[in-house]
Protein backbone atom coordinates (compact mmCIF):
# COMPACT_ATOMS: atom_id res chain seq x y z
CA UNK A 1 0.00 0.00 0.00
CA UNK A 2 1.45 3.55 -0.78
CA UNK A 3 2.09 5.76 1.67
CA UNK A 4 -0.56 8.56 2.35
CA UNK A 5 2.02 11.27 1.33
CA UNK A 6 2.18 9.30 -2.24
CA UNK A 7 -1.40 8.98 -2.53
CA UNK A 8 -1.76 13.08 -1.86
CA UNK A 9 0.71 13.60 -4.66
CA UNK A 10 -0.77 11.80 -7.01
CA UNK A 11 -4.11 13.64 -6.40
CA UNK A 12 -2.52 17.14 -6.18
CA UNK A 13 -1.16 15.86 -9.58
CA UNK A 14 -4.24 14.67 -11.31
CA UNK A 15 -5.84 18.20 -10.35
CA UNK A 16 -3.04 20.32 -11.45
CA UNK A 17 -3.17 17.95 -15.18
CA UNK A 18 -6.49 18.90 -15.67
CA UNK A 19 -6.62 22.44 -14.49
CA UNK A 20 -3.46 22.91 -17.11
CA UNK A 21 -5.96 21.39 -19.64
CA UNK A 22 -9.07 23.08 -19.05
CA UNK A 23 -7.33 26.53 -18.00
CA UNK A 24 -6.77 27.16 -21.84
CA UNK A 25 -9.94 26.08 -23.02
CA UNK A 26 -11.57 28.55 -20.07
CA UNK A 27 -9.27 31.61 -21.41
CA UNK A 28 -10.54 31.22 -24.73
CA UNK A 29 -13.91 30.68 -23.86
CA UNK A 30 -13.81 33.34 -21.86
CA UNK A 31 -12.43 36.00 -24.59
CA UNK A 32 -14.59 34.92 -27.07
CA UNK A 33 -17.66 35.64 -24.94
CA UNK A 34 -16.18 38.74 -23.94
CA UNK A 35 -15.57 39.63 -27.55
CA UNK A 36 -19.31 38.50 -28.54
CA UNK A 37 -20.94 40.39 -25.82
CA UNK A 38 -18.94 43.64 -26.50
CA UNK A 39 -19.54 43.79 -30.35
CA UNK A 40 -23.17 42.98 -30.09
CA UNK A 41 -23.58 45.81 -27.29
CA UNK A 42 -22.06 48.05 -30.22
CA UNK A 43 -24.65 46.83 -32.86
CA UNK A 44 -27.34 46.41 -30.63
CA UNK A 45 -27.36 50.06 -29.89
CA UNK A 46 -27.38 50.73 -33.43
CA UNK A 47 -30.08 48.35 -34.37
CA UNK A 48 -32.18 49.76 -31.85
CA UNK A 49 -31.82 53.05 -33.14
CA UNK A 50 -32.45 51.81 -36.32
CA UNK A 51 -36.24 50.40 -35.40
CA UNK A 52 -36.81 53.35 -33.53
CA UNK A 53 -35.96 55.71 -37.01
CA UNK A 54 -38.32 53.15 -38.68
CA UNK A 55 -41.22 54.07 -36.52
CA UNK A 56 -42.50 50.50 -37.17
CA UNK A 57 -44.92 50.31 -34.38
CA UNK A 58 -46.85 53.33 -35.93
CA UNK A 59 -46.88 51.87 -39.40
CA UNK A 60 -48.02 49.14 -37.69
CA UNK A 61 -50.87 50.50 -35.70
CA UNK A 62 -51.78 52.04 -39.08
CA UNK A 63 -51.85 48.98 -40.65
CA UNK A 64 -54.07 46.74 -38.26
CA UNK A 65 -55.88 50.24 -36.48
CA UNK A 66 -54.72 49.91 -32.69
CA UNK A 67 -51.54 49.57 -30.98
CA UNK A 68 -49.89 46.75 -30.07
CA UNK A 69 -49.43 45.19 -26.50
CA UNK A 70 -45.18 45.40 -26.68
CA UNK A 71 -42.97 47.55 -28.31
CA UNK A 72 -41.75 46.00 -32.10
CA UNK A 73 -38.30 47.46 -31.87
CA UNK A 74 -38.18 46.07 -28.49
CA UNK A 75 -39.33 42.89 -29.53
CA UNK A 76 -37.18 42.20 -32.33
CA UNK A 77 -34.12 43.40 -30.11
CA UNK A 78 -35.31 41.10 -27.29
CA UNK A 79 -35.63 37.84 -30.21
CA UNK A 80 -31.81 38.96 -31.49
CA UNK A 81 -30.64 39.10 -27.51
CA UNK A 82 -32.19 35.72 -27.43
CA UNK A 83 -29.88 34.78 -30.74
CA UNK A 84 -26.81 35.86 -29.48
CA UNK A 85 -27.65 34.11 -26.04
CA UNK A 86 -27.58 30.77 -28.36
CA UNK A 87 -24.71 31.78 -30.12
CA UNK A 88 -22.51 32.34 -26.97
CA UNK A 89 -23.40 28.61 -25.27
CA UNK A 90 -22.79 26.87 -28.61
CA UNK A 91 -19.55 28.54 -29.00
CA UNK A 92 -18.87 27.48 -24.67
CA UNK A 93 -20.04 23.89 -25.71
CA UNK A 94 -17.63 23.67 -28.54
CA UNK A 95 -14.63 25.02 -26.65
CA UNK A 96 -15.12 23.43 -23.36
CA UNK A 97 -17.03 19.77 -24.16
CA UNK A 98 -15.41 16.87 -25.59
CA UNK A 99 -16.37 15.45 -28.90
CA UNK A 100 -19.15 12.99 -27.46
CA UNK A 101 -20.43 15.49 -24.59
CA UNK A 102 -20.52 18.02 -27.57
CA UNK A 103 -22.49 16.05 -30.16
CA UNK A 104 -25.24 15.45 -27.54
CA UNK A 105 -25.19 18.41 -26.39
CA UNK A 106 -25.77 19.99 -30.29
CA UNK A 107 -28.13 16.94 -31.18
CA UNK A 108 -30.39 18.47 -27.94
CA UNK A 109 -29.52 22.22 -29.18
CA UNK A 110 -31.14 21.31 -32.53
CA UNK A 111 -34.30 19.81 -31.32
CA UNK A 112 -34.78 22.38 -28.92
CA UNK A 113 -34.66 25.12 -31.65
CA UNK A 114 -36.91 22.89 -34.22
CA UNK A 115 -39.08 22.97 -30.76
CA UNK A 116 -38.63 26.40 -30.52
CA UNK A 117 -39.17 27.46 -34.52
CA UNK A 118 -42.88 24.91 -34.10
CA UNK A 119 -43.73 27.63 -31.46
CA UNK A 120 -42.67 31.03 -33.26
CA UNK A 121 -44.70 29.12 -36.52
CA UNK A 122 -47.54 28.70 -34.29
CA UNK A 123 -48.04 32.16 -32.72
CA UNK A 124 -47.44 33.92 -35.75
CA UNK A 125 -50.09 31.81 -38.04
CA UNK A 126 -52.62 32.37 -35.17
CA UNK A 127 -51.79 35.74 -35.15
CA UNK A 128 -52.14 36.49 -38.66
CA UNK A 129 -55.34 34.56 -38.80
CA UNK A 130 -56.82 36.75 -35.94
CA UNK A 131 -55.82 39.79 -37.57
CA UNK A 132 -57.60 38.49 -40.75
CA UNK A 133 -60.92 37.79 -39.16
CA UNK A 134 -60.56 40.76 -37.35
CA UNK A 135 -59.53 42.91 -40.36
CA UNK A 136 -61.85 41.43 -42.75
CA UNK A 137 -64.86 40.59 -40.28
CA UNK A 138 -64.96 36.53 -41.84
CA UNK A 139 -68.23 34.79 -41.19
CA UNK A 140 -67.70 31.81 -38.73
CA UNK A 141 -67.57 28.87 -41.45
CA UNK A 142 -64.61 30.49 -43.04
CA UNK A 143 -62.83 31.48 -39.70
CA UNK A 144 -63.24 27.50 -38.73
CA UNK A 145 -61.37 26.60 -42.46
CA UNK A 146 -59.01 28.74 -41.48
CA UNK A 147 -58.45 27.39 -37.73
CA UNK A 148 -58.43 23.94 -39.52
CA UNK A 149 -55.84 24.38 -42.08
CA UNK A 150 -53.62 26.28 -39.45
CA UNK A 151 -54.15 22.94 -36.96
CA UNK A 152 -53.13 20.28 -39.80
CA UNK A 153 -50.11 22.86 -40.82
CA UNK A 154 -48.43 22.56 -37.62
CA UNK A 155 -49.51 18.86 -36.85
CA UNK A 156 -47.34 18.01 -40.29
CA UNK A 157 -44.53 20.20 -38.46
CA UNK A 158 -44.82 18.42 -35.00
CA UNK A 159 -44.91 15.14 -36.72
CA UNK A 160 -41.08 16.44 -38.36
CA UNK A 161 -39.67 16.27 -34.41
CA UNK A 162 -41.25 13.52 -33.47
CA UNK A 163 -39.83 9.90 -32.52
CA UNK A 164 -41.04 8.56 -35.17
CA UNK A 165 -39.47 6.02 -38.07
CA UNK A 166 -38.75 7.80 -41.42
CA UNK A 167 -40.73 6.05 -43.11
CA UNK A 168 -43.70 6.82 -40.76
CA UNK A 169 -42.64 10.59 -41.07
CA UNK A 170 -42.44 10.64 -44.86
CA UNK A 171 -46.26 8.94 -45.26
CA UNK A 172 -47.99 10.99 -42.25
CA UNK A 173 -46.74 14.47 -44.10
CA UNK A 174 -47.54 12.92 -47.51
CA UNK A 175 -51.00 12.50 -46.58
CA UNK A 176 -51.42 15.87 -44.37
CA UNK A 177 -50.05 17.44 -47.36
CA UNK A 178 -52.36 15.99 -49.66
CA UNK A 179 -55.35 16.82 -47.09
CA UNK A 180 -54.31 20.41 -47.44
CA UNK A 181 -53.94 20.43 -51.18
CA UNK A 182 -57.09 19.02 -51.70
CA UNK A 183 -59.29 21.52 -48.68
CA UNK A 184 -57.32 24.46 -50.53
CA UNK A 185 -58.50 23.44 -54.09
CA UNK A 186 -62.26 22.30 -52.45
CA UNK A 187 -62.07 26.07 -50.69
CA UNK A 188 -60.42 27.81 -53.57
CA UNK A 189 -63.96 26.14 -55.89
CA UNK A 190 -66.70 27.43 -53.00
CA UNK A 191 -64.42 30.59 -52.63
CA UNK A 192 -64.49 31.64 -55.97
CA UNK A 193 -67.75 29.86 -57.49
CA UNK A 194 -69.98 29.32 -54.53
CA UNK A 195 -72.67 31.78 -55.69
CA UNK A 196 -72.71 30.60 -59.36
CA UNK A 197 -73.02 27.21 -58.07
CA UNK A 198 -75.97 28.02 -55.99
CA UNK A 199 -77.21 30.44 -58.01
CA UNK A 200 -77.33 27.25 -60.68
CA UNK A 201 -78.87 24.65 -57.87
CA UNK A 202 -81.51 27.03 -56.79
CA UNK A 203 -82.15 27.50 -60.99
CA UNK A 204 -82.25 24.14 -61.72
CA UNK A 205 -84.89 23.39 -58.52
CA UNK A 206 -86.87 26.01 -59.37
CA UNK A 207 -87.18 24.38 -62.79
CA UNK A 208 -87.78 21.12 -61.27
CA UNK A 209 -90.41 22.25 -59.11
CA UNK A 210 -92.41 24.35 -62.07
CA UNK A 211 -92.18 20.94 -63.86
CA UNK A 212 -93.38 18.99 -60.94
CA UNK A 213 -96.16 21.73 -61.28
CA UNK A 214 -96.90 21.83 -64.38
CA UNK A 215 -97.06 17.34 -64.31
CA UNK A 216 -99.62 17.40 -61.13
CA UNK A 217 -101.83 20.12 -63.04
CA UNK A 218 -102.04 17.69 -65.85
Keep these: MAPPQNILQEIIDTIVTEITLVAPRIFFTLLAL ?6 W ?6 LFKLLEFAELDKGIEKLIGKTLPVSLPRLIVGIADAGIIIIGILLSANILLPTE ?22 VV ?8 IIRMQIETKLRSYLFFISFIILTAL ?4 SALSSEVKTALVSG ?15 FFFGDYIKRYLEE ?9 SLGAGD
Design 176 to 190: LSQGIGLSIAIFAAW
Design 125 to 132: ILTIFHFL
Design 204 to 212: KAARKAADF
Design 41 to 46: KLVRAY
Design 101 to 122: YRDLFLEGMFLLGKMASILIIA
Design 158 to 161: LVDI
Design 34 to 39: TMLASI
